[in-house]
């Protein structure tokens, strides 16, 4: 964890920054791939000490997206270029980053409290439209 780098991917292991080593931490920018790689108390600390950290919902979110436009070239019998899958993962990803780094920065507020505030309005809405409430 005490690279000397600008960014730090913690990328395999859930809870590999932790508060008893979340202080070694050198890199500007942690870019979580893993599913829970910070813990709740690192996370507070990164951030006091000025540390952005890019959540894990946002961080490892292309594998997903990828998954999602299988899913829709499937349900459309159809067959895209690598070319034009990469395109759409691009444009998808950018969007999402652009409004979790939006909303951070508006609300004063750390990109893993704004992704989460963003996927809970997103869940919240999809309900309403279902009309399930």
């Known amino acids: 964890m005490g690279v000397d780098c600008e960014v730090l991917v913690p990328a395999a292991l859930e809870e590999s920054l932790r508060a008893d080593n ?11 791939v ?10 507070q600390a990164l951030t006091a000490r000025g540390v952005t950290v890019i ?5 490892s ?8 436009l299988e899913w829709a070239q499937n349900i459309q019998r159809e067959r895209w270029s690598e070319t034009r899958v990469n395109d759409r993962l ?8 652009d409004a979790v780094m939006d909303r951070a920065n508006t609300m004063a507020i ?6 989460y505030e963003i996927a809970i309005e997103r869940v919240a809405e999809a309900g309403r439209t279902r009309g399930w409430y």
């Open 61 to 68: 979110a292309g594998g997903v997206t990828v998954s999602y």
């Open 110 to 115: 750390t990109p893993r409290a704004a992704g």
């Open 34 to 43: 893993a599913n829970y790689p910070t813990t709740p108390d690192a996370d």
């Open 55 to 59: 959540p894990d919902i946002l961080g």
């Open 22 to 32: 979340g202080d070694r931490v050198r890199a500007n920018l942690v870019l979580e």
């Open 90 to 97: 691009r444009e998808l990803m950018e969007e999402a980053t």
